[in-house]
């Protein structure tokens, strides 16, 4: 009887799927779902794994750690726990840990405008360097990049500022976070509410991208960013996730980006310097001002932050045309 059952049922629901992905709706639906649970397939076990770890304290330990080498950058030592804070977590958990440690108190616009270059470029490596993994990126060109580009980046503007004696006036902060609960109830309240943003984020992109399209106005997107991409090295195809990830972050790019690394839409070398690309430079507006409220200046952590990708990325471009194919392996393959 059961088996009986299965046969009927299964072909009736073969039937309302090949249907539902026919209508244009369905098959926006279908879009929005698969490039979200890839997404959460990811996040999850990555955000359990840091919350586990920043239980445990060895976020502390690690800060404390690398603080001799903050002066590198012309920043106390202690501003190393909320560089690795970032790293491991996120810009809001690095925040506050920059105002328990008095950063406001004692910094210049400066030390503050390289401290926030340097976690606008590697903050949220978990689950970052995860998605891009996703993508075809070795784990570890992405944590060469992110970290390396992070301390290059840091360590010119420290030197840069300190030689034309530039933004050496104390900061003026302009907002101070609120004390988070640190149980699992609160914990879980704030991820739920975050994988809900995400969702109606995807959703609305994938509708805009649609309509765009139908209305031709993708065209014109790819016209007006032609002589980024060409600087780049990055095919026009690329485009509307550039600028998604410029704009929305790396996850939602990244996401996308998984999609279609899979169906081969995207030549595989664009979508490596792509990722590579919104890893330097992304999120521009929402983790711009973040770092605005602390005191950065924002012609450092926004035009120079941008330029800094482009010609990290246009270097690594031209690069990657010498290497053979094995040494290529070693920082891009296709995913299965």
Do not use: C
């Amino acid at each position: 009887m059961i088996r009986y059952l299965s046969n009927k049922i299964n072909p009736s629901l073969s039937a309302f799927s090949y249907q539902f992905e026919k209508n244009a709706a369905g098959r926006w639906v279908l879009d929005v779902w698969r490039i979200f649970w890839g997404l959460v397939k990811i996040m999850v076990p990555i955000l359990l794994v840091v919350r586990v770890i920043e239980l445990l304290g060895w976020i502390s330990i690690l800060g404390k750690a690398i603080s001799p080498i903050m002066v590198w950058f012309g920043l106390p030592g202690e501003m190393g726990l909320v560089w690795v804070t970032a790293m491991s977590s996120n810009l809001y958990a690095g925040m506050a840990i920059f105002y328990q440690l008095g950063g406001a108190e004692q910094l210049t616009i400066a030390q503050v405008s390289v401290l926030s270059s340097m976690m606008l470029v590697s903050h949220g490596l978990p689950i970052e360097a995860a998605i891009a993994k996703a993508v075809g990126a070795k784990l570890r060109f992405t944590l060469v990049l992110r970290i390396g580009g992070a301390m290059l980046f840091g360590f010119i503007l420290h030197h840069s500022y300190s030689t034309l004696d530039v933004l050496q006036t104390p900061i003026s902060s302009l907002w101070k976070p609120e004390s988070n609960e640190s149980d699992w109830t609160s914990w879980l309240l704030m991820q739920g509410q975050t994988f809900v943003a995400a969702l109606v984020i995807i959703a609305v992109l994938t509708l805009i991208i649609r309509i765009l399209n139908y209305l031709g106005i993708e065209k014109i997107i790819h016209i007006l960013l032609s002589p980024l991409l060409r600087l780049l090295g990055i095919g026009a195809k690329a485009s509307n996730i550039i600028v998604i990830g410029l704009t929305l972050g790396l996850s939602f790019g990244g996401s996308i980006l998984i999609r279609e690394s899979k169906t081969g839409h995207i030549d595989n070398k664009d979508i490596f310097l792509t990722m590579a690309f919104l890893g330097l430079s992304h999120s521009l507006i929402e983790d711009t001002l973040l770092m605005l409220l602390l005191g950065a200046d924002l012609f450092t952590i926004l035009w120079l932050r941008l330029v800094f990708g482009i010609v990290v990325i246009a270097l690594l471009a031209r690069g990657i045309t010498m290497l053979s194919a094995k040494k290529y392996a070693w920082l891009y393959q296709q995913p299965k």
